[in-house]
């Protein structure tokens, strides 16, 4: 990783609101401290609070597009043990597989981190002994 003077990144750091000047975000409150910026990228997802702070601030909201995927996802990431190794399989990602009523996945990252995922469907229906979505 190249050393980039002018960025910097607040890891385990929340902000807790942005600061306006004439339409143009000029700081971040981060730990009770107002931090100067040039720019933010907001990767909160999205249940961000950066929509509302922006039209709070007198800014319109982008528009937005969804769609129900008929699922709903749970993640978490975790770190590789010190000295442990992670093994190669025929998966393209990761292990994964599919129960019938959840699908599970794995998603290796760097520095030795990976994502583990369950999925479920947001709908089932109950047809004999079976559940089907």
């Known amino acids: 990783m190249r ?3 002018l960025i910097v990144v607040l890891d385990r750091s929340k902000v807790e609101s942005l600061r306006f000047v004439s339409g143009r ?6 730990g009770g401290q107002q931090l100067a910026t040039d720019l933010v ?5 999205r249940r961000s609070p ?11 909201e982008e528009l937005t597009d969804s769609s129900d995927c008929g699922a709903v996802y749970y993640s978490r990431y975790y ?3 010190p000295g442990a190794v992670r093994r190669d399989g025929p998966w ?3 292990p994964r597989g599919d129960t019938g009523y959840l699908g599970f996945n794995t998603f290796p990252g760097d520095n030795d981190a990976f994502a583990f995922v369950l999925a479920v469907p947001t709908r089932e229906t109950r047809t004999g002994e079976s559940y089907t979505t």
Do not use: F, H, K, Y
């Open 41 to 45: 990228v907001d990767a909160m997802g």
């Open 50 to 60: 950066t929509p509302g702070w922006i039209r709070d601030a007198g800014g319109s």
């Open 25 to 30: 975000v000029v700081s971040a409150g981060v």
């Open 79 to 81: 770190r590789t043990r």
């Open 3 to 5: 050393n980039e003077s």
């Open 92 to 94: 393209v990602l990761g």
